[in-house]
């Protein structure tokens, strides 16, 4: 994940006098240059971006035609939201019920953001957006987990979709 520490490790066997010295193609190793296993601090690197590893083994006996320098990738995962509810036309109760199952959600995730689309005509929205908050203050959700967004409207009437935003995601939009 991004930011996320990444580790990668040499496995070698036998000699105590074996040197290992790392190098990194992005981020920093933050732990274990010198030994077999390094942690590389991703902060600040892009969403599908790679970091390639390269160790350089010394203290190898010569004669034994092994092998010193070894190298792998790993791939920092790209963040996406993820649309976890759309409905059409509901009753309150409806609402309700979907508020509740995706503050469930919300809630197993705490890092992440809700996000709330409403499509349709201004009245539309405005009443779609009144009947989630009434939901949201029922059950004494915390309403600073969700951002409201309204979408246009798509001429088949008030339509809604619910997105969880992992932190780092670039948020919906309609």
């Not at 036998?14 to 601090?41: H, L, P, R």
């Not at 190898?60 to 010193?68: A, E, G, Q, R, V």
């Not at 953001?113 to 029922?138: L, V």
């Amino acid at each position: 994940m991004p930011g996320a520490p990444m580790t990668f490790t040499a496995n070698l066997g036998g000699s105590a006098s074996v040197t290992y010295n790392w190098t990194v193609s992005a981020g920093t190793i933050s732990s274990g240059q010198g030994s077999s296993s390094i942690t590389v601090d991703t902060t600040g690197l892009p969403q599908n971006s790679n970091v390639t590893a390269t160790v350089n083994i010394g203290g190898l006996d010569p004669s034994c035609s092994c092998t010193t320098q070894a190298m792998e990738t790993g791939s920092i995962a790209s963040i996406n939201p993820t649309q976890v509810d759309e409905f059409g036309t509901a009753s309150n109760d409806d609402v309700k019920a979907r508020v509740d199952g995706f503050f469930t959600q919300l809630n197993a995730n705490p890092n992440a953001q809700g996000y709330i689309i409403n499509y349709g005509t201004p009245a539309q929205i405005k009443a779609r957006r009144a009947a989630i908050n009434k939901a949201i203050a029922f059950r004494k959700y915390d309403a600073s987990r969700v951002t409201f967004v309204d979408g246009p409207d798509n001429g088949s009437g008030v339509n809604t979709k619910f997105y969880l935003v992992p932190a780092g995601a670039t948020p919906p939009t309609p």
